[in-house]
């Protein structure tokens, strides 16, 4: 038998099978009992779905939680019902508010990379779309810094973070092979 080729008298099975309300996994232990094949409870679910069969009634295959013969459950009563597990959370379906950018007061001179000199702040601008020409901030810089004063702010952490002292760094030497 040729994957993915069922044989009519198999999908004859599937169809009376489908009709007595059996589940795909008991369809499939059913038809390969029958014929001798080898099918699985997915193959039995798909072959249903391209005979048509899905839509007319759509069956659900039994839980693989076993139960004990005393009726109890291995699954706490908590866990049993989860209604809403494929649900996103409430707040993902409210529209989200619009990002205030940070305003740093200064107009750029939006200059190119090989107009700016040496002392010029290097905070870029644009790039964003394809194609689109980077330029550069180009007012005066910091002592010991690439940006002006406006952009080092915008670039550092916040003042709280920045009292906080760093410990040493560590750097690993590693061969580029």
Known sequence: MEPGH????????LREYFIK???????????NARFGAA?????????AKRLGLLAS??????????S????????????????????PPKSALKPAAPVKLR?????????????LAPGDCRYPYG???????ITFCGHPRQPDSSYCTPHARLTRRSEVASTRVAGPV????ISAA
Do not use: F
Not at 6 to 13: G, K, L, R, Y
Not at 75 to 81: G, T
Not at 170 to 173: K, Q
């Open 57 to 66: 009634a759509p069956m659900t295959s039994p839980s693989i939680v076993p």
């Open 21 to 31: 309300g059996m589940s795909y996994a008991e369809i499939g232990r059913q038809i």
């Open 127 to 133: 790039g964003d779309k394809d194609e689109e020409e």
């Open 103 to 115: 305003c740093v007061g200064v107009q750029p001179r939006l200059i190119s990379l090989v107009e």
């Open 39 to 47: 099918y699985t409870r997915n193959a039995v679910a798909g072959r």
């Open 6 to 13: 069922w044989p009519s008298e198999h999908s004859d099975a």
């Open 68 to 87: 004990l013969p005393s009726g109890a459950c291995l699954v706490s009563p908590h866990r049993s019902a989860l209604p809403n597990l494929n649900l």
């Open 170 to 173: 560590v750097l690993r030497l």
